[in-house]
């Protein structure tokens, strides 16, 4: 997979950044991650930035994604910003409950490119210190979640950036400010999209938390949570086999078996419980965990990011 991953990412960019040295991308593998899900990395220190101008930046920190332009995977660069410039689509007001954190989006009725009237969804992101929108249109939102079918309903609130809550307890909510493209009341969830007529399984971590949310939900691993992250599991088992040297999906497997052993102390019962079906029963050929097979998009990917935005579109 690393080939599949180095052909995926702008590796020249980010040689140029000092971010590519000797075959590897020297950044952490949460960050690799987002960007092959097209989200926004965590500030990162980039090395001898060059501006088109000629101007040269010895070291500065900054937010990455990958974007497509013209069919060409390039990486943007979100530097931080001293002052926080104005949005032209928000009121005084409107600015500062978002910069405060007050809210996490606004939503605006504005005119697309051609003529059409569409939403516009404003968040603040507090590391580079500035407004960042998205069209929900151009979203591609997950079938379920934590093995819970979404409803028309339920999907349309998550494209709109509107907190969702599932039968368990479980709230979600999309923000493209985030490094994993959500936030939650539980620490890892469990997402299926449907990708070229088949699902595929992807596995969050560290989820940041709701906007002023604290719950007991948190600490605890919801029964559907667990079950799709057996699903998870059992894929990547069938995947090890096929590429027995990939040590990157060995990391994803220590991933989902560190989620189960913090799950451990859940009755036994309800973890054997879990045993509900077999990935090899199941029809569909799965893709877990891994953008680089088929055309594998997260919630919150560039390839859906607005045409025309205020402020530093998404």
Do not use: C
Not at 25 to 41: F, S, V
Not at 116 to 126: A, H, L, M, Q, R
Not at 271 to 293: F, M, Q, T, W
Request: glycine fraction near 8%.
């Amino acid at each position: 997979m690393k080939e599949q991953l180095n052909n995926q990412l702008p590796l020249k960019d980010l040689e140029n950044v000092g971010l590519y040295k000797g075959g590897a991308i020297t950044m952490e593998w949460e960050n690799i991650n987002a960007l092959k899900r097209g989200n926004m990395t965590d500030l990162v220190e980039l090395k001898n930035v060059k501006g088109n101008d000629g101007f040269e930046i010895e070291a500065m920190e900054a937010r990455l994604s990958v974007v497509d332009e013209n069919g060409e995977s390039k990486l943007r660069i979100d530097p931080v910003y001293k002052d926080v410039q104005k949005h032209p689509l928000l009121t005084d007001q409107e600015h500062e409950q978002l910069v405060s954190g007050q809210v996490a989006n606004i939503k605006k009725e504005v005119i697309d490119k051609g003529g059409n009237p569409t939403t516009e969804i404003i968040e603040f992101d507090n590391l580079t210190n500035q407004f960042l929108s998205y069209d929900p249109r151009k979203l591609k939102i997950p079938e379920s979640i934590n093995n819970e079918t979404l409803s028309p309903e339920k999907k349309r609130k998550l494209r709109e950036g509107e907190v969702i809550t599932l039968s368990d307890g479980t709230e979600v909510q999309y923000r493209t400010s985030d490094k994993n493209g959500l936030r939650s009341n539980r620490s890892a969830l469990v997402l299926s999209l449907l990708i070229d007529g088949g699902l595929s399984y992807l596995l969050f971590t560290g989820i940041s938390r709701l906007l002023g949310k604290e719950s007991a939900e948190e600490k605890s691993y919801s029964k559907g949570y667990l079950t799709a992250l057996k699903e998870v599991e059992k894929q990547l088992e069938r995947k090890q086999k096929k590429f027995p040297n990939d040590k990157s999906i060995a990391n994803e497997l220590n991933v989902v078996k560190h989620e189960f052993s913090n799950a451990s102390a859940m009755a036994p019962a309800e973890l054997n419980s879990l045993r509900v079906k077999d990935a090899d029963d199941i029809e569909n050929e799965y893709s877990v965990n891994d953008p680089d097979h088929g055309k594998n998009k997260t919630v919150g990917d560039d390839e859906n990011s607005p045409e025309n935005s205020r402020g530093r579109g998404r």
